[in-house]
């Protein structure tokens, strides 16, 4: 029999590969052209929102709604990043914060009238359903699935940056912009595909979080919150410090409900201040 | 103005002249009072006003002269207000000292906090800001017993104003005295913005790299200007609570600081008068539009956000000034 | 012999692999007025750096008028008399040249946390400001917007900005960077008649400059000095002509 730490440890992992999916994105993309995007989960709601209306409205299996909410979210961004954000990258962050609050309101609008402000429950398979018990635990059976495909959408991650060509271009570009433009890598487009990239997995994330957290309109909001959390702690373009920050974050947020709930969110802004004030550039930062 | 009007100035005399009152200034002081007259229904809509003008001041002094982009602003407007109320709930109920004591105690919060603003820039000074606020207003909302949650702080009891002047319902006390706080209080800030100080602020503004090798301690000036924009944050949430007579916890939100520092960049950061043009605009629009769906709300500021940092870089001021420029060089 | 105004001991500063300073001994007497020359890439700009506390170094001493400055903040060595000018123009766009050059006059004099009374009261810190400015011929001008200035002058308020600290040393990194020839002779011009109570160190690439305004002239190459001497012994040192023409012929 195991101490019920080990099923808050569970919880919370599995709930912290959800924030590292939708905030590995804007990691990255901050690191690469340090545009303050607080529009991001405003693409993840976009994924939450098309795998609804495919399941409720098309029928389709929850599965396959999963591939198009990370295309539409990432359509949908390359469409913003060409035509708002892409003028803005030489501007002063306060600018770049909000032109994207601004989308982020627009989004939540949209979002409240056309689906209305009530939460969206979505059917999951039976399959998906339930929990195993495995020494005096509930092992949820989707959490598992989630922790699953988060560790192989890692794996995938860190393959194409470490192996692949267009991941060496994304370190180049990370690491010194104008080395990088020098050596004749594009970085106006790495950076176009990056952008797209993290924001699809930002909406696959916004899909896969419905049946953990919910979706409302309200998510662009509550959830940016989180996403800029697990990035000012897990440190500018690090998709491990990502992952760990969002590990942190998740398991600290879990354990504070189940063991503080009185003290509500407020356990993981000290985490965040913590960490911050023993490493200002987050737990992988370089600069 | 145009830079040859000045040539023949002395470099005092020509300092002095950036400082002298201009005529729009001045009608827009003298207009302040119209709506005891014109107005008398909108009154309480006028104080509001007026404390968001404050609220907004406070922030344009470390945004616009600063250049420290905060979102977590309310965390002092909250802390002033609940000081306030808090103070007269159990204390003693004179609104002048209540505005002191919310002064003090957020320009404390101010003051314990700029040791940490001071070190950071950038995306990590936004998200300490930002989580900042957001534990604030988690400690509010947790501390319940104190601060009523989320039915807001019950209990607020404001004394006459000096003795004399009841609350009335139209709301003639509130926004006279709302209006002579925003006043005085922006006497001091333009007086900041034109001393030395001031020169220190726009100078961390322009190129923060460069104030040390001139000799600047940038740091302590950056700690000032929170602690001086907290206090006067604290005024303006002081004031909310002693003219509505409640507190409510979204004083602290992060919808709050958000929506100022909106009304800052929307009039036109760093122009003193921003803010205030900001607040106001932004303030009768709400009213304006209170009887649409709170959603549609939200999706016009969006939009109007969007069109002002692509169409008006520098707000509404900045708009102005340009297009007063154009028309005069015709 | 009085002690020199800014020396080092054995200064040397990495990053990762790539030695950028190797045990830097210098002196700079009182009155100095020394060229510091060498190929790109030799650290002259990271020397500078070290000795103003925007680097700190790996290890080895820096001492102003013989007090130990290594652990001093930026701000801290500018007080006691140690400025510097940029080789990228690193000015206040948004200031004209008069606020910009009384904003560094106020913080020498430790005006500026006053934030109660109008900067405009304080006629003796915005005369000797204006007097810089005319000194350095930017009086005429100093109403505009530093962004609007022409770029020659714009180098010329760089060295506004450090002379309005007092300095006792300044380093000059390349004072004249991107500015026309017939220009920068100008600009030399000012330098040249700075008062001689002040030891100037410059970094430069024109030769002829150099050896025009130089009294004594430090060659660096890969992070260490190489040689030091006057004007004629560097002109005659056959280690210099070969490692420094040498590298420009490919530079």
Request: glycine residues 10%; aromatic residues 10%.
């Amino acid at each position: 029999m195991l101490p019920p730490v080990f099923g808050v440890l569970f919880d919370g992992i599995a709930y912290g590969m959800l924030l590292f999916l939708m905030s590995v994105g804007l990691s990255v993309t901050l690191g690469l052209m340090n545009f303050v995007n607080l529009a991001h989960c405003a693409f993840a709601m976009v994924g939450g929102y098309v795998a609804v209306l495919l399941i409720r409205n098309f029928g389709w299996p929850f599965f396959g709604t999963l591939p198009m909410a990370f295309l539409v979210a990432a359509v949908v961004s390359i469409l913003f990043e060409r035509v708002l954000y892409r003028p803005l990258y030489r501007r002063s962050d306060l600018d770049q914060v909000l032109l994207t609050i601004g989308i982020t309101f627009v989004s939540v609008a949209a979002a409240a009238y056309f689906f209305g402000t009530q939460q969206q429950p979505i059917e999951l398979p039976n399959y998906m359903r339930g929990s195993y018990h495995v020494m005096g635990l509930d092992i949820g059976v989707y959490r598992l699935f989630l922790i699953a495909v988060s560790a192989v959408i890692t794996i995938l991650l860190i393959g194409t940056i470490e192996l692949t060509r267009f991941g060496a271009q994304v370190r180049a570009a990370v690491d010194n912009q104008r080395m990088a433009s020098g050596l004749g890598i594009n970085v106006e487009r790495t950076f176009a595909i990056t952008f797209a990239l993290g924001s699809g997995l930002a909406g696959l994330g916004g899909a896969l979080a419905i049946e953990i957290v919910g979706l409302d309109p309200n998510f662009a909001f509550t959830y940016l919150i989180y996403v800029l959390i697990v990035v000012a702690v897990g440190g500018l373009g690090s998709i491990a410090g990502s992952l760990a920050a969002a590990v942190l974050i998740g398991v600290s947020d879990i354990a504070g409900k189940y063991y503080v709930p009185q003290l509500g969110a407020f356990l993981i802004y000290l985490v965040m201040l913590a960490v911050l004030m023993w490493r200002p550039t987050g737990l992988a930062g370089r600069r | 103005m145009p830079v040859t009007a000045q040539m023949g100035l002395e470099p005092v005399g020509y300092l002095k002249a950036q400082t002298r009152w201009g005529a729009a200034e001045t009608l827009f002081w003298l207009a302040t009072p119209l709506p005891f007259y014109f107005l008398p229904a909108y009154l309480q809509l006028a104080s509001q006003i007026a404390i968001t003008a404050l609220f907004a001041l406070s922030l344009d002094l470390i945004v616009g002269y600063a250049g420290i982009v905060s979102l977590g602003h309310a965390a002092f407007f909250g802390t002033g207000a609940y000081a306030a109320g808090l103070f007269s709930k159990f204390v003693w109920g004179e609104p002048l000292t209540g505005l002191i004591v919310g002064a003090m105690v957020s320009s404390l919060v101010g003051y314990a906090t700029s040791f940490i603003i001071a070190r950071f820039r950038h995306l990590a000074l936004i998200m300490l800001t930002l989580g900042f606020g957001l534990l604030l207003g988690a400690a509010a909302n947790s501390a319940s017993w104190l601060t009523g949650g989320s039915d807001g702080l019950q209990g607020v009891n404001i004394w006459p104003l000096l003795g004399r002047f009841n609350w009335d319902v139209y709301g003639y006390t509130a926004y006279g005295y709302s209006l002579v706080v925003l006043f005085v209080l922006f006497l001091f800030a333009r007086r900041l913005i034109h001393s030395p100080f001031g020169l220190a602020l726009r100078g961390i503004r322009e190129n923060f790299l460069r104030m040390p090798a001139i000799g600047a301690p940038s740091r302590a000036h950056i700690r000032t200007a929170y602690t001086i924009s907290a206090a006067m944050a604290g005024v303006a949430g002081a004031l909310i609570a002693q003219t509505t007579q409640t507190v409510a916890l979204d004083s602290l939100g992060f919808e709050r600081s958000a929506e100022i520092l909106i009304m800052v960049v929307l009039g036109g950061a760093g122009r003193l008068y921003g803010g205030l043009i900001g607040a106001l605009v932004f303030m009768i629009a709400r009213d304006q539009f209170s009887g649409i769906e709170p959603e549609h709300w939200y999706f016009w500021i969006g939009v109007l956000l969007v069109a002002v940092v692509v169409f008006l870089p520098n707000g509404i001021l900045g708009g102005l000034s340009r297009f007063v420029a154009h028309w005069r060089a015709k | 012999m009085s002690a020199p105004a800014l020396s080092t001991r054995q200064l040397s500063k990495r990053f990762d692999s790539l030695v950028v300073a190797r045990d830097i001994a210098l002196e700079l007497p009182v009155g100095a007025r020394y060229a510091l020359i060498g190929p790109n890439g030799a650290g002259k700009t990271t020397l500078i750096n070290l000795m103003t506390g925007m680097l700190a170094p790996d290890a080895g001493r820096i001492f102003l008028c013989e007090n130990d400055i290594t652990g001093l903040e930026p701000q801290e060595r500018v007080r006691r008399g140690l400025a510097r000018t940029f080789q990228i123009n690193t000015l206040f766009a948004g200031l004209n040249a008069l606020e910009a050059v009384t904003l560094a006059v106020c913080e020498r004099r430790g005006l500026s946390r006053e934030f109660w009374r109008n900067v405009a009261v304080h006629k003796e810190a915005i005369d000797e400001a204006h007097d810089i400015l005319v000194k350095l011929r930017l009086g005429e001008i100093c109403y505009q917007p530093t962004r609007e200035l022409p770029y020659g002058r714009q180098r010329l308020l760089e060295i506004a900005l450090a002379l309005a600290t007092r300095p006792k040393v300044l380093l000059l990194d390349e004072p004249a960077a991107g500015v026309p020839p017939e220009e920068s002779s100008d600009i030399f011009e000012v330098v040249a008649g700075l008062s001689t109570d002040l030891a100037l160190l410059f970094i430069e690439h024109d030769m002829h400059v150099v050896f025009r305004f130089a009294t004594q002239i430090i060659v660096m190459v890969g992070g260490t000095v190489f040689a030091e001497g006057s004007p004629a012994e560097i002109a005659a040192h056959p280690g210099v002509r070969e490692v420094y023409l040498g590298t420009r012929k490919h530079g």
